[in-house]
């Protein structure tokens, strides 16, 4: 059975800094290309940013400069660590795990950025 499970998320102040954890398990990790997403209230999902099996990263314009994702392969752990984070910022950020047309998704952890 394939689990994400995305913890970390909390308040935090404009200007503040959280790390968010999500923990695969059930599949094989280093295989997968790991990615974070976020859907704020009456908006779609977004992503946020993405790092390949290889190690390759991206991320959205939004928050470039200001998060940063990493992995952990020999933990099946990938990190979103953001800085300097903004009201906009707020949203529930889910994990999502890809490889080739199969795709996992966690459920989530609430981020709430206060002004």
């Known amino acids: 059975q394939v689990q994400l499970v995305e913890s970390g998320g909390g308040l935090v102040q404009a200007g503040g800094s959280l790390r968010l954890s999500c923990a695969a398990s059930?599949?094989?990790?280093?295989?997968?290309?790991m990615g974070w997403y976020r859907q704020a209230p009456g908006k779609e999902r977004e992503l946020v940013a993405v790092?390949?099996?290889?190690?390759?990263?991206n991320s959205a314009d939004p928050v470039k400069g200001r998060f940063t994702i990493s992995r952990d392969n020999a933990k099946a752990v990938v990190y979103l660590q953001m800085n300097s984070l903004k009201p906009e910022d707020t949203a529930v950020y889910y994990c999502?795990?890809?490889?080739?047309?199969?795709?996992?998704w966690g459920r989530g952890t609430q981020v709430t950025v206060s002004s």
């Open positions: 059930g599949i094989t990790f280093s295989m997968y290309d």
């Open positions: 999502k795990a890809n490889w080739r047309n199969l795709n996992f």
């Open positions: 790092i390949t099996s290889g190690g390759s990263t």
